[in-house]
């Protein structure tokens, strides 16, 4: 028996038939690039899931987490430890919000903010975007729009879910976009007093990268103060540095109730997510109960690495090279439009980008992952998203390599 054969043995794999599940055997990992047994070094796009933000195996990142290792491994959650302090102290800092309660994963992130938003307000509905995605336990399924509910839609309570923006008709004088004026059309049908809360990526993962028009965030927000909705900006995904900024919504400017947190959070080094909650929101819980635990609550390795993490993207200041090495991607996919009929779009911002084609991306895929590019890609929609310590001169060999696969599928 191989290894794979082993594993697959004893233990599933995600979202697919187990016998059609698109495995590798990886080996090693540097940076940017991961190596797999039997075919060598490859670009990493996905970033793993999208959360390798520092990149693989960073010596600052793996020191923390040795260092808490030694110190003390595992803890109650109500056990107070200087890396709690410290990464409660940093997350602060960086998000310019006043607490976080800390969870494993980011579907329970999300669903701790739900918590929080039926607490504070005393109401239960929450909207979300048509095809939203906010993770895979039952409860968040049910609110958000993703096709991989639909095993599970018919015992679900109807979703109440506001249009996508893409195609966007921007707003004019007379009247908001089509996505803002979808959200006053569902408050007027459902009552904009019995809403809880409206939840929304800070900028749209795989099912778009749809860039919001501009009088969309404002207008949220300007709706939620007029009916006491709580606004939950999720930044599981675009959180940070992946967009270019630490996180999406600072393009906005927009405050917010509530930003769920995961992913880039640790870099993937251990499995930690939370909700950050605005200063009013935490005062509440003062002398309210909090109803929210679980048992690896704030786990100090897993706290380790988000410090190690964080420290890294502020002092190797990541963002701002996501912001500058997204722009290489960009210059060059314009290119590849112009030149390519295939090719007949692109969006994004910084290191969470996507490359639109006129067909399936199956065949452009499979020639990149034969040059060394490992590429997700969803439908005709193919998706940058690297590390974010990406350096410009290889975003140009990646580029080489992404325009020869479309030549040569
Ligand atoms: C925007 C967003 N929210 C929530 C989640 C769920 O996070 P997790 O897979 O850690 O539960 C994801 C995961 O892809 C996501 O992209």
């Known amino acids: 028996m191989n290894l794979t054969q082993r594993q697959r043995a004893h233990l599933f794999f995600t979202w697919s ?3 059609r599940a698109r495995t590798m055997e990886i080996i090693n990992a540097d940076r ?84 929080i938003a039926r ?27 993703d096709p991989r509910k639909q095993p599970f839609a018919a015992t679900m309570r109807a979703p109440l879910h506001i249009e996508d923006p893409h195609p966007a008709r921007a707003p004019t004088a ?54 006491g909705i709580l606004l939950i900006d999720d930044e599981i995904f675009s959180g ?19 930003m769920t947190i995961g992913k880039g959070l640790t870099s993937g080094y251990a499995p930690l997510a939370g909700v950050m909650v605005s200063d009013a929101l935490a005062q509440r819980f003062d002398d309210e109960v909090l109803w929210c635990g679980l048992t690896h609550y704030a ?18 200041q990541l963002p701002e090279n996501a912001e500058r090495v997204g722009q290489v991607f960009e210059r060059r996919f314009a290119e590849m439009i112009e030149r390519h009929a295939c090719v007949v779009g692109q969006r994004g911002f910084g290191l969470m980008r996507a490359l639109e084609l006129d067909r399936g991306a199956e065949a452009v895929v499979a020639k990149a992952w034969e040059l060394g590019v490992f590429l997700p890609s969803r439908g005709g929609m193919i998706w940058v998203c690297p590390p974010l310590c990406l350096r410009g001169d290889e975003a140009e060999t990646i580029a080489d390599l992404i325009e020869a696969a479309i030549v040569g599928a």
């Not at 600052?60 to 102290?89: D, F, S, W, Y």
């Not at 504070?120 to 729009?145: N, Q």
């Open 32 to 115: 940017a690039r991961f190596e797999v047994a039997g075919k060598g070094w490859v670009w990493d796009l996905e970033s793993q899931v999208y959360n390798v933000n520092v990149g693989h195996k960073h010596p600052h990142v793996q020191a923390r987490m040795i260092e808490q290792i030694g110190e003390l491994p595992a803890c109650a959650p109500n056990g107070v430890l200087k890396i709690r302090a410290t990464l409660g102290e940093l997350l602060a800092e960086h998000t310019g919000m006043a607490k976080a309660f800390l969870t494993t994963g980011g579907a329970e992130a999300v669903e701790n903010a739900i918590k």
């Open 240 to 258: 940070f540095g992946r967009t270019g900024r630490w996180f999406a919504r600072d393009r906005w400017g927009v405050e917010v109730d509530m």
């Open 299 to 316: 786990h100090p390795v897993s706290c380790a690495a988000a410090v190690g993490s964080v420290e890294v993207l502020a002092s190797e």
């Open 119 to 145: 607490l504070a307000t005393g109401r239960t509905k929450v909207i979300a975007r048509r095809s939203s995605y906010h993770g895979a336990t039952l409860a968040v399924l049910e609110i958000a729009g």
């Open 174 to 227: 007379r009247r908001a976009s089509d996505w803002l004026e979808s959200l006053h059309e569902l408050l007027a049908r459902e009552g904009a007093e019995t809403i809880a809360a409206i939840l929304l990526e800070g900028f749209t993962g795989t099912n778009g990268m749809q860039h919001p028009p501009n009088d969309f965030w404002p207008g949220v927000r300007a709706v939620c103060d007029a009916h």
């Open 17 to 19: 038939a187990q016998d």
